[in-house]
């Protein structure tokens, strides 16, 4: 299923609303999930099960604990579908 880019970004711009546990929940409201790090010692040796994971509409993003998850889901969300910035696209928006 290819991305809702619009949709992505219109979830980040919610979420910076919203502050501290209100931003949480919100991003639960909205479908999301924050994923904590595993406590099996077999799955230690995989660095992604070792930091939070905050996932929505197809885009999953780690932290040091959920918040910074979320954190970091917002800030790719926020640009997401937009093109890079270099020295030929400088005026696209």
């Known amino acids: ?4 880019f619009p949709a992505i970004r219109q979830a980040a711009r919610d979420l910076k609303q919203h502050h501290g546990l209100d ?12 994923t904590p790090p595993s406590d099996d010692p077999q799955d230690w040796w995989e660095p992604e099960t070792l930091t939070h994971r905050a996932e929505l509409l197809g885009i999953c993003q780690t932290g040091s604990d959920g918040y910074a998850a979320l954190s970091a889901w ?9 093109p890079h910035f270099n020295e030929t696209n400088h005026g696209a928006t």
Not at 1 to 4: A, E, G, I, R, T
């Open 1 to 4: 299923m290819p991305l809702d």
């Open 23 to 34: 931003r949480l929940f919100r991003f639960f409201d909205l479908g999301g999930t924050i």
């Open 74 to 82: 917002i800030a790719v969300a926020s640009s997401s579908g937009q």
